[in-house]
């Protein structure tokens, strides 16, 4: 049986030296027990020996044992935690635990106040421009305006624009204040035009003086008589048979068919310049006119309704006459289209309601034009005053001949079939 002998080492340990027995052939190493001290019982933790007689163990018992000395408390701290002795902790963490938790508040916004104030004006405007739609819609005066012989469809869209010279809507006191004068028979048109809307979206407005010596296609006159096709001025064919003989005469003579119509009367000029708080009109030279009441100096100015309504009326003080009266009239659409996309009035409620109740007012459309065709056409007129279509008339060969209908004016007939046949007319 081995012994061991103990002796304390310069550090202070107890190291234990076993002495070796000749008589074993197997030496054994001392197995040492593990023993722990609370901290206050005794000072200093040392490791005791234990001796173990012979028997038969396994080799793991055969080995020395380690001691580790220290105090509870820093074995507690040190020490891996134990998933036996705690379950629960032992499951891996839930992910989504530690996520930040988020409120969502009834009727709380997320987005910024200034996001928020924009997309509140923006809805404003929305349901604004919606609820004025309906009320354009709802407001418009229809009439039939649609040819008494059908012609076949051609290219692109065609609108047919006329100024009558209604004093509808007019009181007395109102038409001494304009110079219109009173009913002068059987209504007339002082202006028409023929927009041509391309398939590309290209517009070209063709003005059509209303002296124009053409041919008034053969018609039911209003008292019931047949009459036969006869010459005469263009702006007859509306006082003898309304707005469907006008588009008939229209299309016969350019061999253009006429989608759409649209008609204003004196009234209504007046009304929608108002509404958008006047155009802005470059006068080139002075002038004064008793039969229109046009009084005005040379220069660019802002023309209120009653001047605007004489400007486009105004002939006899004009050198070129019907011709120059066109001219202006063109001059006089572009400006109030111009004035009309201007934020002052596109995105002012009150002036967009005006013009909205001007125009529904004064203002006669075929019976099948929708909104959606007026809008449509709103957007070619603006492209006419950007100067991104054409503006013309037709072509004339004699602007003061002598006719049976007085002086009139003569087209150019090769040149005005080559300036509609490549608007796409049959």
Same mark, same amino acid.
């Given at each position: 049986m081995e012994s061991t002998v103990y002796r304390r080492g310069s550090?202070?340990?107890?190291? &234990?030296?076993?002495?070796?027995?000749?008589?074993?052939?197997?030496? #054994?190493?001392?197995i040492f027990s593990v023993t722990t001290y609370r901290s206050g019982e005794i000072g200093q933790t040392q490791a005791q020996p234990k001796y173990v007689a012979d028997s038969p163990q396994s080799d793991i018992a055969m080995q020395p044992a380690v001691v580790v000395s220290a105090p509870i408390a820093a074995l507690e701290e040190d020490e891996p935690p134990n998933p036996q002795a705690n379950p629960v902790a032992s499951k891996p963490k839930n992910p989504w635990v530690s996520l930040p938790k988020v409120s969502f508040r009834k009727g709380k916004s997320h987005y910024p106040k200034p996001v928020r104030y924009i997309r509140n004006i923006v809805?404003? /405007?929305? =349901? @604004?421009?919606?609820?004025? =739609? @309906?009320?354009?819609?709802?407001?418009?005066?229809?009439?039939?305006?649609?040819?008494? *012989?059908?012609?076949?469809?051609?290219? $692109?869209? +065609?609108?047919?624009?006329?100024?009558?010279?209604?004093?509808? =809507?007019?009181? !007395?006191?109102?038409?001494? %204040?304009?110079?219109? &004068? &009173?009913?002068?028979?059987? %209504?007339?048109?002082?202006?028409?035009?023929?927009?041509?809307?391309?398939? +590309?979206? !290209?517009?070209?407005?063709?003005?059509?003086?209303?002296?124009? /010596?053409?041919?008034?296609?053969?018609?039911t006159a209003l008292d019931g008589s047949a009459v036969e096709d006869r010459k005469n001025k263009i702006n007859t064919a509306y006082g003898k048979g309304g707005a469907p003989l006008l588009v008939e005469t229209v299309e016969r003579n350019t061999g253009m068919h006429i989608d759409h119509y649209m008609e204003v009367g004196f009234k209504g000029i007046r009304d929608i310049t108002d509404a958008v708080n006047g155009v802005n009109m470059c006068v080139s030279a002075d002038v004064t006119d008793k039969n229109s009441g046009l009084n005005l100096l040379a220069g660019?100015?802002?023309?209120?309704?009653?001047?605007?309504?004489? /400007?486009?009326?105004? #002939?006899?003080?004009?050198? !070129? $006459?019907?011709? $120059?009266?066109?001219?202006? %009239?063109? %001059? /006089?659409? =572009?400006?109030?289209? !111009?004035?009309?996309?201007?934020?002052? *009035?596109?995105?002012?409620?009150?002036?967009?309601?005006?013009?909205?109740?001007?125009?529904?007012?004064? *203002?006669?459309?075929?019976?099948?034009?929708? *909104?959606?065709?007026?809008a449509n056409l709103a957007k070619a007129m603006r492209g006419l005053s950007n100067g991104s279509g054409t503006l013309t008339t037709v072509p004339v060969a004699n602007a003061d001949a002598t006719t049976a209908a007085g002086s009139s004016v003569l087209w150019d007939d090769a040149a005005a079939r080559e300036l509609f046949v490549s608007l796409g007319a049959n």
């Open positions: 550090d202070g340990k107890v190291i &234990g030296t076993p002495e070796a027995d000749q008589n074993v052939e197997h030496p #054994r190493e001392p809805l404003a /405007y929305l =349901g @604004f421009y919606l609820i004025l =739609g @309906f009320h354009a819609a709802s407001s418009l005066d229809k009439i039939p305006a649609a040819a008494n *012989v059908a012609m076949s469809d051609t290219a $692109g869209t +065609n609108w047919l624009l006329v100024g009558s010279d209604s004093r509808e =809507g007019l009181s !007395k006191a109102e038409r001494q %204040q304009l110079h219109t &004068g &009173g009913d002068m028979g059987p %209504q007339r048109t002082d202006t028409i035009m023929l927009i041509h809307i391309g398939d +590309n979206g !290209k517009p070209t407005l063709i003005s059509l003086p209303r002296d124009s /010596y053409v041919t008034i296609p053969a018609h660019c100015q802002e023309l209120n309704g009653k001047d605007a309504l004489a /400007y486009v009326r105004m #002939r006899y003080a004009d050198p !070129k $006459g019907d011709l $120059g009266r066109v001219e202006r %009239q063109q %001059q /006089y659409l =572009g400006a109030v289209m !111009k004035k009309v996309a201007t934020p002052a *009035v596109l995105l002012n409620p009150i002036s967009m309601w005006k013009l909205v109740n001007a125009g529904t007012a004064s *203002v006669n459309v075929g019976a099948s034009d929708s *909104v959606m065709d007026i």
